[in-house]
């Protein structure tokens, strides 16, 4: 036992003390004898007595009335904590009067006392204030407990119960959670205040069990419990099946078990429904197997499609496209047929036959051939001129196809067509369907149709439409034979072809000898990208002997080329012929677009032939064309040429011939006797585009001609003659598109730009017509080589004869020559202007842009007996007759027409003389008209008389000084003015030998007057008439 004072020379007095304790107003007494507890800690019982004024209110041991006999060798015990119900009491050891701490609160010695004395221990004290815990269930106290803020609330309180809930823990009024469902504190909580805590429940859950029952084929298999809480299994079992694919479970089945309607599982098992289940459910198992499309593809194997469907829902009503065979050319799908093909099961249009049962494994393309051949027939008849074959189906046609194509050339043999023929579609019974075959033409390259005639008899062969190859038409390829009054309606001809020449017609691609033929409402559309000859025609692509007449109505030819060094032949009727009579072309159109961009370094050969009747006119007997009409139609011609960062040791050729009866003649015997006449362009637009794209590049000569004209485009020798022909109520319209940089013709080749109204280059024409508000424009942009000419009747080179413009107008921009007859011409007689507009938009010719009222640059023969009347020529360089004139014009009249220009070159007569003789022509001054004759340089006139027919009066002495002005010499000028002096000037002429007479008393000039009745012209005469002399100054 430890002892408190351990000096051995000295014992300390115990005094019992009192320690005043104030609890709010109570006086607290405690009397201590004390005891030491062990040195182990063992014990800590004491004996004490706590007085509460005077009352002891709590006893621990003996109660000693008088501590004296105590006082020595008492031993000290430790105090235990208390509470009086408002304070809780700790005990912190013991204390002497001098302040000296002796014990701490587990009576451990301090500071022992060194000094002998007496000292008076007084027990210390610390107070926590009290406070109570109560725990309310439903409002009533469940339990209580005293706490205090030494020791806080305690850790584990008591749990309550009740039926049908599931305690939570212990909360505050505001939520806070104290103790948890076993009664254990959440988290130790100090506090100095009492708390109320009360209870949370949670209502019991029970359960529901629903059942999920899985079936396959209408057979139990599997069960799985769904709970009301669970919901349904994340996965199920997956079943199998011989050659079927499990594809999930369904709520629904066929009679067979398969499953169908609502996916509940995917075909691992998986829950994949769109919402959960809580009551008993039944799935099905869906299955999905294959059908098998076999096929023959493209290299002769066999392939297959496979079709996947579900087994509840059978096979699928209509294929996908996907699913479709490979089908060659010229084949027909007839449908998805069993090996044996007797069966269909889907028609060529995918969608299943009703009825049919669904138990094959594999089904087969039933695929046939789509050409007309193969449906051939033999006619009657021994092919004898007196027993030709009989041609009246479509099979027996099909026959001569058949035969000729496999080596029959039918020599000789006659064949009648004698009945209508319809070829858009055959019957075919034994598979109860209609198919609609491809028509195989009737010859090819290598076995030709020889026969002597077939004869169509005009009855019709309807819906024809073509295999693509290089003969197209009803007749590919024929040689000696006469095809007549064969009629072809609405047939429809395309052709794509990478290689060789094409030769494309309705009636026949090519042919060697006479040919009839009638087409109507038929569209030939051709897009070639070859590199041969492309020949396309309405009737005949290429007729090398022989004529040919018809008609091509209502119908429309398109070709599209992208090609080089090859040669571009399109007509309305032949592409190519010899000659065409009774031609007749009407309310259809021609459109051709060739393009070609150049890659190579050899020599460009791009030539171009465009006709409403033939592309182009070659080797003719005796006449080109006689009375041919194209009517109500249009003809559109664009062509490009790029050629980039080229040297050439040879030619560039891009030559470009549109006309509305042709676009090109040839003869090999320089075209003597050979004419186009009695024919009629009418209501038809013609349009040519030449776009040639030269940059970088140098070549050693060629030609870029083009070249239109209302009736010819160019005519290879200027001995052809076209007569008794019109161009009416049209447009013509040609337009010469360059860009040009750095481009070198070697050999300084020259073009031709050339319009004219019924011929574009080397024609004679002679009593033909253009009028009818006709429209002639001709454009150049960036073209630095070339002469540019444009004419109402010629554009350049050839006679002109008895023919006439009426209601014309002509505009041309960078124009050289410009005439209203011809732009360049050796001859014009007897040739009529009227009313008629020239106009030359000059600004980027600065040396030439001529314009004349009959020829842009007259150089030859005769100008002799026209006339140009009320007429309106513009241009750099105008005069009424020629804009440039180099020889003699005689005989001509001027009246009342106005060229001008934004400068002072225009002459009445001539706008530029380079000395000609200007003899026997009428002038009419009108109010608009220019008073000189000849614009600039030097001319001789002679034998002239002028009229002022003005509105206001005019002097007439500065009429006839103007007159003269620029005239080398003047013989015999007389002029009559209505409003003023009658003068005559005689210059170096001599006036009785002037072809100037007198009618009616009137001077007329040569081309007026006629021998009976006239006078001749004498000085007095002239005076008795009542004319004045004019001396030139």
């Not at 005990?91 to 609160?105: A, H, S």
């Amino acid at each position: 036992m430890k002892k408190m004072f351990r000096s051995k020379w000295s014992m300390i007095t115990y005094i019992l003390s009192f320690c005043f304790l104030f609890v709010g107003t109570s006086l607290v007494f405690a009397s201590l004898p004390i005891k030491a507890y062990d040195d182990d800690w063992e014990e800590y019982w004491y004996e004490y007595e706590v007085y509460i004024e005077g009352t002891c209110v709590i006893s621990e041991g003996e109660h000693i009335e008088d501590f004296s006999p105590y006082f020595s060798g008492m031993e000290a015990y430790a105090l235990s904590n208390f509470s009086d119900g408002t304070y809780y009491w700790d005990f912190l050891g013991y204390e002497d009067q001098y302040g000296n701490w002796w014990y701490n609160y587990d009576m451990s010695l301090v500071d022992p006392v060194t000094n002998a004395g007496t000292y008076y221990l007084t027990e210390m004290w610390e107070k926590y204030p009290c406070y109570m815990l109560r725990l309310l269930d439903d409002g009533e106290e469940f339990a209580s407990y005293d706490c205090n803020t030494y020791d806080g609330i305690p850790t584990n309180v008591l749990v309550p119960t009740k039926d049908g809930y599931t305690f939570l823990g212990w909360y505050d009024s505001y939520g806070t959670q104290y103790y948890d469902n076993n009664g254990d504190i959440c988290e130790a909580w100090g506090y100095s205040y009492s708390l109320d805590l009360y209870t949370e429940w949670e209502e019991d859950y029970y359960e529901d069990i629903y059942k999920l029952e899985l079936y396959v084929d209408n057979e139990h298999r599997w069960s799985y419990d769904i709970g009301s809480d669970s919901g349904l299994p994340g996965f199920v079992e997956v079943p199998e099946k011989v050659g079927a694919m499990f594809i999930g479970w369904f709520d629904d089945c066929d009679a067979n078990g398969n499953g169908y309607g609502t996916q509940y599982y995917d075909h691992n098992g998986r829950y994949d429904a769109p919402e959960d289940w809580f009551e008993d459910l039944a799935l099905y198992a869906g299955w999905e197997t294959e059908l098998e499309l076999s096929f023959v593809n493209s290299d002769g194997e066999t392939q297959s499609h496979m079709v996947t469907y579900n087994l509840a829902d059978g096979w699928p009503t209509t294929l996908d496209e996907s699913m479709m065979p490979y089908v060659a050319d010229y084949q027909v799908f007839l449908g998805w047929y069993d090996e044996s093909l007797t069966t269909k099961y889907y028609g060529a249009d995918r969608t299943i036959v009703s009825g049919v049962s669904q138990n094959e494994g594999s089904l087969y393309a039933n695929i046939i051939s789509n050409l007309w051949t193969d449906y051939a027939v033999a006619p009657s008849g021994s092919g004898t001129s007196s027993n030709p074959y009989i041609i009246d189906s479509a099979q027996k046609l099909a026959w001569i196809a058949k035969e000729t194509n496999g080596g029959n050339a039918f020599s000789g043999k006659y064949f009648s067509q004698t009945a209508d023929i319809d070829l858009e579609s055959i019957y075919l019974e034994e598979y109860d369907v209609t198919i609609n075959p491809y028509w195989v033409p009737i010859g090819t390259q290598q076995n030709v149709f020889k026969g002597q005639k077939f004869a169509g008899n005009t009855y019709s062969i309807k819906n024809m439409e073509t295999i693509e190859t290089n003969y197209v038409g009803l007749f590919g390829k024929s040689a000696s034979s006469y095809l007549v009054d064969i009629k072809i309606v609405s047939a429809t001809i395309g052709l794509e072809k990478t290689t060789g020449s094409i030769y494309v017609g309705a009636v026949a691609g090519y042919t060697e000898n006479g040919c009839v033929g009638y087409v109507d409402k038929t569209n030939i559309t051709i897009n070639s990208k070859g590199d041969g000859d492309v020949y396309v025609g309405g009737i005949v692509g290429n007729l090398t002997a022989g004529g040919m007449s018809g008609t091509f109505r209502d119908g429309s030819i398109d070709v599209k080329v992208d090609q080089k060094n090859s040669a571009l032949y399109v007509g309305g009727l032949a592409g190519q012929a010899t000659w065409c009579q009774f031609g007749f072309f009407e309310n259809s159109t021609v459109e051709v677009e060739a393009s070609i961009r150049y890659s190579s370094t050899y020599s460009v050969n791009k030539n171009m032939y465009i006709g409403g009747i033939a592309g182009c006119f070659i080797e003719p007997g005796n006449f080109v064309a006689n009375r041919c009409e194209v009517s109500s139609s249009s003809i559109t011609v664009n062509s490009f040429l790029t050629v980039l960062n080229k040297t050439l040791s040879s030619q560039i050729n891009s030559n470009l011939y549109v006309g509305g009866i042709t676009g090109y003649y040839y003869c090999s015997n320089n075209g003597y006797g050979d004419i186009i006449t009695n024919s009629i362009v009418n209501d038809t637009d013609i349009t040519a585009n030449n776009t040639l794209t030269l940059t970088d590049t140098t070549c050693n000569g060629g030609s870029r001609n083009l070249c239109v004209g209302g009736i010819i485009g160019y005519s290879a020798f200027n001995k052809m003659e076209i007569k008794n022909s019109t161009y009416s109520a049209g447009k013509i319209s040609a337009n010469y598109q360059g860009d040009w940089k750095n481009f070198d013709d070697n050999s300084n080749s020259s073009s031709y730009i050339s319009v004219g109204g019924i011929a574009g280059m080397y024609a004679n024409i002679n009593n033909c017509v253009v009028d009818n508000e006709v429209l002639i424009t001709a454009t150049t942009d960036n073209c630095p080589e070339g002469i540019f000419l444009v004419g109402g009747i010629l554009g350049y080179n050839g006679d002109v004869l008895y023919s006439q413009i009426n209601d014309v107008s002509i505009t041309a921009t960078d124009v050289d020559y410009l005439g209203g007859i011809a732009g360049y011409s050796s001859s014009v007689v007897n040739c009529v202007v009227n009313k008629c507009t020239m106009d030359v938009d000059y600004a980027s010719r600065t040396t030439t842009a001529y314009a004349g009222g009959l020829c842009g640059f007259w150089i030859g023969a005769d100008v002799i007996g026209n006339i140009v009347k009320n007429s309106s020529i513009s241009a750099r360089v105008a005069g009424g007759l020629a804009g440039r004139a180099n020889s003699s014009i005689s005989k001509n009249i001027v009246d009342n027409c106005v060229v001008k220009n934004a400068g002072t070159l225009t002459g009445g007569f001539v706008g530029e003389s380079n000395g000609a003789t200007i003899s026997d022509c009428l002038y009419v001054v009108g109010d608009n008209s220019t008073q000189q004759l000849v614009a600039s340089g030097s001319a001789i006139l002679q034998d002239i008389v002028v009229r002022i027919e003005t509105t206001s009066k005019l002097d007439t002495e500065t009429v006839i000084t103007k007159l003269i002005n620029n005239s080398t010499t003047v013989k015999c000028l007389a002029v009559e003015n209505a409003q003023g002096n009658n003068l005559y000037y005689t210059g170096s002429g001599d006036w009785p030998t002037s072809t100037i007479k007198i009618v009616n008393g009137r001077l007329v000039p040569a081309c007026f007057w006629i021998a009976a009745g006239a006078e001749d012209v004498t000085d007095n005469r002239l005076k008795e008439l009542g004319y004045k002399s004019h001396t030139a100054s």
